[in-house]
């Protein structure tokens, strides 16, 4: 059953996607919907080393810029990140403020920064009649790639802290 809990990441879920333990989440996917040009979801694999929360409100996310969810944030702006972990399934709905912005390093991988604001957060807890179901595992991915590639580096330099238009 899901439920909303606030309009604001936890002190839980602002840690869990602050970066400080990526090392341990590198490995790890993180859905991220957003809605297409007709109204439809547009789901895309994201990952913990692109998305870093700077506050209980605020979200930096780094993706390719040319690719159909970035103009679908820029375009519609909204998108829905899907935590899904055995200890925690989160829904967090987010709106665009601003993005896509030109990443420094990032230039021949074509990445785009989004600062994204939280909009609602949603808790998904088993029912009554479903005690003892649970996720057993985390979506994965392999190999997790190395912090000292040129693109991750370029993405976390640009995560490490939130930027916006003036």
Do not use: C
């Amino acid at each position: 059953m899901t439920r909303s809990t606030t309009g604001s990441l936890t002190p839980a879920l602002v840690e869990r996607l602050s970066q400080r333990d990526l090392a341990r989440r590198l490995g790890v996917g993180v859905p991220l919907v957003t809605v297409d040009a007709a109204g439809r979801p547009h789901p895309m694999l994201a990952s913990y080393l692109e998305i870093r929360a700077y506050d209980p409100r605020t979200l930096g996310l780094v993706i390719q810029a040319g690719s159909s969810s970035a103009r679908n944030l820029a375009e519609r702006r909204a998108a829905t990140l899907m935590l899904i972990e055995p200890d925690s399934v989160v829904y967090v709905k987010l709106r665009t403020l601003d993005g896509p912005r030109p990443v420094d390093g990032g230039e021949g991988f074509g990445l785009g920064f989004f600062l994204l604001e939280v909009e609602e957060v949603r808790e998904d807890a088993a029912a009554d009649w479903e005690a003892g179901l649970r996720i057993s595992e985390s979506i994965r991915y392999a190999p997790t790639p190395s912090l000292d590639a040129l693109w991750a580096r370029a993405t976390l330099a640009a995560l490490a802290a939130p930027r916006a238009r003036v």
